[in-house]
């Protein structure tokens, strides 16, 4: 069993800077991909940010410039350094992660439960 658990939403002022973390634990052979999604209310979840095992990263273009997106592989953790908080980032934040649990079993996709961010204008 995998768990992804996310920690640092809250409330911010727009301007505002917050940092998101998620550490994965359980059975755990390797990680490749992590990555944070978002969904507001009333709107599909999307991706924000993602990270190869090996550093690669990708972001949208509405946090681009804004967000970094960064992971340390020895604790299984990936942050999502949020600055220049708009208003419009406002949505719950979702870890995900293709983890392998043990080979020969293949990679899961895991996902966090959420962590809200609240960004007030």
């Known amino acids: 069993q995998v768990q992804l658990v996310e920690s640092g939403g809250g409330l911010v002022q727009a301007g505002g800077s917050l940092r998101l973390s998620c550490a994965a634990s359980?059975?755990?052979?390797?990680?490749?991909?992590m990555g944070w999604y978002r969904q507001a209310a009333g709107k599909q979840r999307e991706l924000v940010a993602s990270?190869?095992?090996?550093?690669?990263?990708n972001y949208a273009d509405s946090v681009k410039g804004r967000f970094t997106i960064s992971r340390d592989n020895a604790k299984n953790t990936v942050y999502l350094q949020m600055n220049s908080l708009k208003p419009e980032d406002t949505a719950v934040y979702y870890c995900?992660?293709?983890?392998?649990?043990?080979?020969?079993?293949?990679?899961?996709?895991?996902w966090g439960q959420g962590t809200l961010v609240t960004v007030s204008s």
């Open positions: 995900n992660a293709m983890v392998q649990p043990a080979p020969p079993v293949r990679h899961l996709e895991v």
């Open positions: 990270i190869t095992s090996g550093g690669r990263t």
């Open positions: 359980g059975s755990i052979f390797s990680i490749n991909d």
